[in-house]
């Protein structure tokens, strides 16, 4: 499933398709089963990043590499 400003969407790709389409967008892949716009985020609470007050995990595995990308993207606005 797709949660987007537009509505839901369904689709059969798979995430690691939708990740290397993505990443040129500003997504990131913050867990197994999780792509997430970064230009979204508004910010991180406990291990999940928020956006529009909906909490989606962060892997341990992912969190450095994470917040390295959420730094970069708050000093460039």
């Given amino acids: 499933m797709y949660y987007t400003s ?3 969407y369904c689709s059969r790709i798979t995430m690691k398709e939708l990740e290397e389409k993505l990443t040129v967008h ?3 892949r913050c867990a197994k089963g999780y ?3 970064m230009n979204h985020v508004e910010g ?4 999940d990043c928020v ?3 909906v909490h989606i995990p ?3 595995t992912r969190k450095k590499e994470f917040m390295n990308l959420l730094l970069q993207n ?3 606005e």
């Fill in 6 to 8: 537009r509505g839901d």
């Fill in 26 to 28: 500003n997504f990131f």
């Fill in 35 to 37: 792509l997430v716009n």
């Fill in 44 to 47: 991180f609470v406990g291990s």
């Fill in 51 to 53: 956006i529009h007050n």
């Fill in 58 to 60: 962060v892997s341990r």
């Fill in 74 to 76: 708050i000093n460039m």
